[in-house]
């Protein structure tokens, strides 16, 4: 190489490192992630449950976790169900660094599907500074796109961890957006937010377990459209399509395994569903779900049939809303309705105990949960408001026998075991989720 061409390669060097140096600063640097944090604290809150009869799945006590606003002026927060509980419970949100200050909210909203709940609190009692926080329903997220989880993990007030998105990942009928930063406990049901642009795509719901940085938030798409049609005053609750669904892994596809009875011979094994008729081709069971929401009694469907696309009208399955669930209690147990889309598929009694208190008359009996109620009496329940009518009859200090079918452990060749037991109906009361 000559002088020449050495002397003009070092100047053409130098040039683009001066303009590089000269170029303002705005363009080298990366989304303001200070100002994107100050603005998440003013729509964060400190959610607070407490159970005191809790159904099968939840437990007895109080759970701290984390809401947001989604709209301030009528002081809705939404948050994950597992932190607002789906038995009935007391909720309560706290604002700012109060320690001390809890305000009573209301379940609005209790998904039957989605661990997603939406909370009431009274407007003027929010900050003035307070603002609505802005959903990515549109947004794209992309695997390597940086995200923030923000929160309240451990107690640690406004904590935010930084991480990328490692997979948009489907679990069972979820979709969910993996990342590599934890969500540790009082993380749940706060904002997983989007950098660029600074919007909500996600709510923080659990780690992978015994995987320390795969953390999980529920892609908000599909919530999008829960807020959306509350906010229309419509029920959002997803009702069910009477079919088993084939599965591959850990995912449910939108291939038909076996229709229920009830749906007669509208859909057939090994249809598969390509969406709402006269609607977009749908790829997910999450999609599908997505557009059944707000829908009522039967929908048509375009399936994939032998090679060949036909539409059916399939009679769909009403939600049960968590927030109507009844439960009986009595001499220190918790009975429930076993939830059962399918009626046809178990012979299984109806009515189950959901929880029993530790040191009252039924623990004391040798009564367990999960137990189902075979027998009251001479009867068989099917409703815990009928069991609970044929109780108020009976002398309050009178023992009602029980007969109770207890899945059994102990002999491979007996499936189920059954118990006799004797309980007086003490402290009868009749309760639903949502008071």
């Not at 009869?53 to 927060?77: C, N, S």
């Not at 596809?253 to 081709?281: C, E, H, R």
């Not at 491979?412 to 309760?431: G, K, Q």
Request: contains cysteine; glycine residues 10%.
């Amino acid at each position: 190489m000559s002088k020449l061409s050495v002397a003009v390669s070092a100047f053409l060097l130098l040039s683009a490192g001066t303009l590089a140096s000269s170029l303002p600063l705005r363009a080298q640097s990366g989304p303001d992630l200070a100002a994107m944090l100050g603005q998440a604290q003013r729509f964060t809150v400190k959610v607070r449950g407490t159970v005191q009869w809790p159904f099968a799945g939840e437990q007895v006590g109080t759970g701290l976790g984390t809401g947001f606003i989604i709209d301030r002026a009528k002081g809705w927060i939404l948050t994950n169900a597992h932190v607002a509980k789906r038995s009935q419970s007391i909720v309560e949100i706290a604002l700012g660094d109060a320690e001390g200050e809890w305000l009573a909210a209301e379940r609005v909203y209790v998904d039957n599907h989605l661990d997603v709940a939406v909370l009431k609190v009274d407007p003027a009692k929010l900050p003035a500074d307070a603002t609505t926080a802005k959903l990515g329903c549109t947004q794209t997220v992309a695997q390597g796109a940086t995200v923030v989880a923000y929160g309240h993990p451990i107690s640690l007030n406004f904590t935010a961890t930084r991480g990328i998105v490692s997979s948009i990942r489907i679990l069972g009928a979820h979709e969910y957006v993996q990342m590599d930063a934890n969500i540790n406990p009082g993380n749940s049901g706060g904002p997983l937010l989007g950098v660029d642009p600074a919007e909500v795509v996600g709510i923080n719901t659990a780690n992978i377990p015994g995987a320390p940085g795969l953390g999980l938030a529920l892609s908000i798409k599909p919530i999008c459209a829960i807020v959306d049609l509350l906010g229309k005053d419509l029920d959002p609750s997803l009702p069910s399509l009477p079919v088993y669904w084939l599965k591959q892994g850990r995912i449910e596809t939108l291939t038909v395994a076996v229709p229920f009875p009830q749906s007669g011979d509208n859909l057939l094994g090994g249809d598969v569903v390509q969406g709402i008729a006269g609607g977009p081709k749908l790829a997910t069971l999450p999609d599908l779900y997505t557009a059944l929401r707000g829908r009522r009694d039967s929908v048509s469907l375009t399936v994939q049939r032998d090679g060949r696309l036909v539409d059916v009208s399939v009679p769909l399955i009403p939600a049960w809303p968590p927030l109507q669930r009844q439960g009986l209690i009595f001499a220190g147990l918790l009975i429930g309705e076993r939830i059962n889309a399918d009626k046809a598929a178990t012979v299984l009694p109806p009515l189950r105990i959901e929880f029993i208190k530790p040191g009252e008359a039924a623990a004391r009996a040798g009564l367990q949960m999960g137990d189902s109620l075979e027998m009251v009496g001479t009867r068989r329940f099917t409703t815990v408001g009928e069991l609970h009518d044929w109780l108020k009859t009976r002398p309050v200090a009178e023992k009602v026998p029980l007969l109770v079918r207890r899945g059994s452990g102990a002999d491979p060749r007996v499936v189920a075991e059954f118990h006799r037991f004797e309980l007086a109906p003490l402290d009868l009361r009749l309760i639903t989720s949502g008071k």
